[in-house]
Each structure stands twice: as structure tokens, then as C-alpha cells.
């Protein structure tokens, strides 16, 4: 059971948009900053969006990040097929005054 | 260029201690706001953050799991180590080795290929 919540898949259609949800509590999304992995078959994560809503350089601006309170939000724009892997979000949980770092339990996502 | 690269017997038997070594290049874990941590991955399940190790040399476990890890660095070799001991077959995992930078990102920026550690009972 993860401590972040996430839908266990989404699908959409090719050039459609989908968002993929990510929710957690005080002591984690509330009050730290969220990042977010792509997973395609067979590799390593790689990062995506960083500190809730940045892209790093070289990845698209069809990937999105926002967050409100203790949830945050993938959306993908202009969906490709290349883009069918799992997403995960992830962030520091500060509960019992450690730091630990917390995933989701991922997203597959589709595009039909 | 950032890279990261694991190494470690791929098959370890239960109640073993595993070792896992990652080399990195591209960074060094001296330069201020640097951070290495291991991440694990179990066939067809989610991630799962093991441990980090800081350019100042703190050091910051999974709650779940800090009584079996320890995490150790060797500035001079650019590699960093870690111990997990008590083995069980539900450790079978990929295990990466991910740089995490306090800036700018604040994320796991550059991750390893990974490596299969099979524990058998």
C-alpha cells in the first residue's frame, strides 16, 4: 500500500490529453515538492516534471505538473504512442521527524 | 555527462548480506547539494526509495527498512555502497542507483541501468 495514491491506469486516445492524479497528505505532497517518472517497458525511470510543475531540458512541453494542497497532477497533451509506459510521482514524507522519500504506486498508461 | 552504473552478485541466497556498489561519473559527491540514494523496483511492482547518502555525508534510510541498510561512500573512487542484510526472497529487485541533486531540482535527475538481485530461499 503506497503512500501516495495513484489511479492504476488511464488510457486515451492518440493526440488526445490525459491527466494522471497523485494524492497524498500534510506530511508529504502537502509540504514538499513533487516530481514525476516515466517508466517505459523495459528501463530505467526517468525524470520528468521536478519541483511540482518544471520540465527538465529535452523533455517536452506536452508533459505538465501542478498541485494543489495535498494532490498533484501529470497531464499529457498531444498523446504519441511512444508515450505508453508507467508514471510515477514521488516526494519527501516528513511524518515520525524523518525524512523519507515516498513513491506512488505508479500509473500504466495507454494510448488506444 | 552524468552516468551511473551498478554492480553486485546477481544471486544471493536468503539470510545473506547483498553489497551493491554504484560508480558514478559526471559529478562529484563533494560539490555541495550533491545526494546518491538506491531505489528498488520487485518484478512488475512500484518503486521503492531505499536510502540516500549526502555530500556532507548524512546519510537517510527508508523507515521500513533502516535496521538491514547502510549506505557509505568513497569520494576518491566516485562510488557509493550499499549494505542490506537479513536477505529474503521478497527483496528479488531491481536495484538502481539514482543521483538526487538539492539543486535545482530537487528530484532523482539521473538514474543507473540497474541491477537484477535474485534472493533464493
Known amino acids: 500500500q503506497s503512500v501516495l495514491t495513484q489511479p492504476p491506469s488511464v488510457s486515451a486516445a492518440p493526440g488526445q490529453k490525459v491527466t494522471i492524479s497523485c494524492s497524498g497528505s500534510s506530511s508529504n505532497i502537502g509540504n514538499n515538492y513533487v516530481s514525476w517518472y516515466q517508466q517505459l517497458p523495459g528501463t530505467a525511470p526517468q525524470l520528468i516534471i521536478f519541483d511540482d510543475d518544471k520540465r527538465p531540458s529535452g523533455i517536452p512541453d506536452r508533459f505538465s505538473g501542478s498541485k494543489s494542497g495535498t494532490s498533484a497532477t501529470l497531464g499529457i497533451t498531444g498523446l504519441q504512442t511512444g508515450d505508453e509506459a508507467k508514471y510515477y510521482c514521488g516526494t519527501w514524507d516528513t511524518r515520525l521527524g524523518g525524512l523519507n522519500w515516498v513513491f506512488g504506486g505508479g500509473t500504466s498508461l495507454t494510448v488506444l | ?43 512488475g511492482k512500484a518503486l ?21 541498510l547502510n549506505i557509505s561512500k568513497d569520494t576518491s573512487k566516485n562510488q557509493v555502497v550499499l549494505m542490506m542484510t537479513d536477505m529474503d526472497p521478497a527483496d528479488t529487485a531491481m536495484y538502481y542507483c539514482v543521483r538526487f541533486s538539492v539543486s535545482p531540482t530537487k528530484a532523482f535527475d539521473h538514474w543507473g541501468q540497474g541491477t537484477l538481485i535474485t534472493v533464493s530461499s
Open chain 2, 1 to 43: 555527462q552524468v552516468t551511473l552504473r551498478e554492480s553486485g552478485p546477481a544471486l544471493v541466497k536468503a539470510t545473506e548480506t547483498l553489497t551493491l556498489t554504484c560508480t558514478f561519473s559526471g559529478f562529484s559527491l563533494t560539490t555541495s547539494g550533491m545526494c546518491v540514494s538506491w531505489i528498488r523496483q520487485p518484478p
Open chain 2, 48 to 68: 521503492e526509495w531505499l536510502a540516500r547518502i549526502d555530500w556532507d555525508d548524512d546519510k537517510y534510510y527508508s523507515l521500513s527498512l533502516k535496521t538491514r
